[in-house]
């Protein structure tokens, strides 16, 4: 069977993640610990204990979801698990896959996710930016909202998750402008997002420059596995346009139903989404009704997973 493999990004993150998993593989405990002596913080520890504010700072999370979804790609190996035939990755599961994929070494990447995550944090004061999902309107209906509630102010859509579910990106008061007229739009839902930082939008632009900086130091190897980068929703075999692609993406949208599309393009059959939670297999049913999404999160999903590939070959 072809299939493709799939990390989340922010939001994916809880308390005590991953615990079960644990349990069974000591790979996840390894894996924190090498993040963790990087840091010189204890990510495990954080991440089953929290406190919850502490790990949901962006600083954090993203070494912690990094640490989290590599860290189930090396059980899937330990049990004898294939390659898939693609990769992709949620805005900062980008990096996951990346690294899964042989482009990017671990330790690098837990550096540069961090340091990614304090560019975007700096990038615009806590509380002047915000993100707000639109549940319910079609793309091009979501860029006329926020055409006409923008002002002089930064509003964008910026996350193309799936249909009928648009993320925007903005200034604090644009945003709340925008959710205050989704209904009158024809949306079913307008929902501020619990976030301290507007991703993937124009104010994310000096996260950019500084993270153009900092990944001109990060070898980049050729992936073993192909990986579609979220500003193209395709795939980039040049490493200068991998490296560029990542710089773009903090300030640019997140193509994730034309990523899906693609993979579907190229023959998956099924996507396995690898790390805490269930976000992006709920996205990918909505994206294509054809294609078999699972989650892998703990040894039962990790075997049942396992089992379903075994059987479509």
């Known amino acids: 069977m072809k299939f493709g493999f799939v990390f989340p990004g922010q939001g994916s993150q809880a308390v ?86 042989g482009a990017v070494e671990f330790a690098d990447a837990v550096g540069l996710v961090a340091d990614r995550g304090r560019f975007m944090q700096e990038a615009v004061p806590e509380g002047e930016g915000a993100m707000a999902a639109i549940i319910g309107l079609d793309d091009e209906a979501v860029r006329a909202l926020c055409e006409q509630n923008a002002g002089e102010e930064v509003l964008s859509p910026v996350n193309f998750n799936a249909p009928g579910q648009v993320v925007i990106a903005g200034a604090r008061a644009a945003v709340e402008r925008a959710v205050g007229a989704s209904k009158t739009a024809g949306a079913k839902r307008g929902l501020l997002l619990p976030v301290s930082v507007p991703s993937h939008c124009r104010l994310m632009h000096r996260a950019a420059e500084n993270m153009a900086a900092r990944l001109a130091d990060v070898a980049i190897k050729k992936p073993a596995i192909p990986v579609i980068q979220n500003v193209n929703a395709r795939e980039e075999k040049d490493l200068d346009a991998v490296r560029e692609a990542l710089v773009r993406q903090v300030e640019s949208p997140v193509r994730w139903v034309e990523s899906v599309q693609n993979m579907a393009s190229r023959g998956s059959q099924m996507l396995i989404e690898c790390g805490p939670g269930k976000v992006l297999t709920g996205l990918n049913k909505r994206i294509d009704k054809n294609i078999q999404s699972v989650s892998v999160n703990d040894e039962a999903s990790l075997g049942e997973a396992l089992a379903a590939v075994a059987a479509g070959d």
Not at 19 to 30: D, I, K, S
Not at 44 to 60: D, H, I, R, S, V
Not at 72 to 86: I, L, T
């Open 16 to 101: 005590g993640m991953l615990a079960e998993l644990a349990g069974a593989f000591p790979q996840v405990q390894e894996t924190f610990d090498q993040a963790s002596q990087i840091l010189g913080v204890d990510l495990w520890k954080l991440c089953q204990e929290g406190p919850e504010a502490e790990l949901n700072l962006t600083q954090n999370t993203q070494p912690a979801m990094l640490a989290a979804g590599v860290a189930v790609w090396r059980c899937w190996k330990a049990r004898g698990g294939p390659d898939p035939m693609m990769m992709a990755g949620h805005s900062l599961g980008e990096y996951t896959a990346l690294v899964c994929a």
